[in-house]
């Protein structure tokens, strides 16, 4: 059942173009590693037809994100590892980039207490992943396989000859990744987001990108940039998705989302895996 937090009035204002309708993929349209399902991708091309656009904002590198929109045959607006690249799809046409510093990964370290720390290279280096295998305490053989990634091993990432990263990932046990958050929290330089592995059971993840670079920001500045304002509705499940429903005017939480999250929507969604999105979505576009 959909539960409504906040039931509130919304002007849409009724114009060939609607607004926004920005969505997070794993956990919210999908929990399939791969694939959206047809039901999602079918309402979604009706409303971009009816005047609505679409946003994808994902933690996912895009050869990886990719897959799950192969679908896809209506444009969109792809936000890529939390915001560090926006593209408009399906032409792959750069808005901007909001990458990391290289020089700053030795704060990421000294912040960490293990080595699973992980730097991706980017869209436009092929989506490479550089890693320590001297420090990687757990066996990324399925990692790689469902990331479809690149690895890129370096004894130090003083090596990464690249001037800016889009994303660094770190993953471990929840208590020893709440601590690297605070400890990443004191440097400006970052943005920093707590999650669930959406894949692995236990596991949580830090993604730390540039601190300009989250999705809620990105989403923001692409609109901006396209000249296409207009009210958003946004869903997510984790807390990288606070920012997308932070500046949502409707915005809607999935039912496993942690309380943090729930805390910002007016409308929790039933369960993934009853295409819960799309009952929420209903909802907030009823009479629009």
């Given at each position: 059942?959909?539960?409504?937090?906040?039931?509130?009035?919304?002007?849409?204002?009724?114009?060939?173009?609607k607004?926004?309708?920005?969505?997070?993929?794993?956990?919210?349209?999908?929990?399939?590693r791969?694939?959206?399902?047809?039901?999602v991708?079918?309402?979604?091309?009706?409303?971009?037809?009816?005047?609505?656009?679409?946003?994808?904002?994902?933690?996912?590198?895009?050869?990886?994100?990719?897959?799950?929109?192969?679908?896809?045959?209506?444009?969109?607006?792809?936000?890529?590892?939390?915001?560090?690249?926006?593209?408009?799809?399906?032409?792959k046409?750069?808005?901007?980039?909001?990458?990391?510093?290289?020089?700053?990964?030795?704060?990421?370290?000294?912040?960490?207490?293990?080595?699973?720390?992980?730097?991706?290279?980017?869209?436009?280096?092929?989506?490479?992943?550089?890693y320590?295998?001297?420090?990687?305490?757990?066996d990324?053989?399925?990692?790689?396989?469902?990331?479809?990634?690149?690895?890129?091993?370096?004894?130090?990432?003083?090596?990464?000859?690249?001037?800016?990263?889009?994303?660094?990932?770190?993953?471990?046990?929840?208590?020893?990744?709440?601590?690297?958050?605070?400890?990443?929290?004191?440097?400006?330089?970052?943005?920093?987001?707590?999650?669930?592995?959406?894949?692995?059971?236990?596991?949580?993840?830090?993604?730390?990108?540039?601190?300009?670079?989250?999705?809620?920001?990105?989403?923001?500045?692409?609109?901006?940039?396209?000249?296409?304002?207009?009210?958003?509705?946004?869903?997510?499940?984790?807390?990288?998705?606070?920012?997308?429903?932070?500046?949502?005017?409707?915005?809607?939480?999935?039912?496993?989302?942690?309380?943090?999250?729930?805390?910002?929507?007016?409308?929790?969604?039933?369960?993934?895996?009853?295409?819960?999105?799309?009952y929420?979505?209903r909802?907030?576009?009823?009479?629009?």
């Amino acid at each position: 059942m959909l539960t409504v937090i906040n039931s509130k009035s919304y002007s849409f204002c009724m114009r060939p173009f609607k607004g926004w309708i920005a969505l997070d993929i794993d956990g919210t349209v999908t929990l399939d590693r791969y694939t959206i399902p047809k039901e999602v991708v079918d309402f979604l091309r009706v409303k971009t037809e009816e005047g609505w656009r679409i946003a994808m904002a994902t933690g996912r590198p895009l050869v990886f994100a990719s897959i799950a929109v192969s679908e896809f045959d209506f444009p969109y607006l792809f936000l890529i590892q939390n915001g560090s690249l926006a593209l408009e799809m399906p032409g792959k046409k750069e808005l901007f980039q909001r990458y990391l510093p290289t020089s700053t990964l030795h704060l990421i370290e000294s912040c960490l207490e293990n080595g699973n720390m992980l730097v991706y290279s980017g869209y436009g280096l092929g989506d490479s992943v550089y890693y320590q295998p001297k420090r990687i305490s757990r066996d990324l053989s399925e990692y790689w396989e469902r990331q479809r990634e690149t690895p890129a091993p370096v004894e130090s990432f003083a090596e990464i000859r690249q001037p800016s990263v889009p994303l660094v990932k770190c993953f471990g046990r929840s208590e020893e990744m709440r601590r690297a958050a605070k400890r990443l929290e004191k440097h400006p330089e970052f943005n920093v987001a707590f999650l669930r592995d959406p894949f692995v059971e236990d596991a949580c993840l830090l993604l730390i990108t540039d601190r300009q670079a989250s999705k809620g920001q990105s989403l923001r500045a692409a609109i901006e940039q396209l000249g296409e304002m207009g009210p958003i509705i946004a869903a997510g499940d984790d807390e990288n998705d606070a920012s997308l429903l932070e500046i949502a005017d409707v915005a809607i939480a999935m039912d496993h989302a942690p309380p943090s999250l729930k805390s910002l929507a007016n409308l929790i969604a039933p369960p993934t895996k009853d295409l819960g999105i799309l009952y929420a979505l209903r909802i907030a576009l009823e009479g629009r």
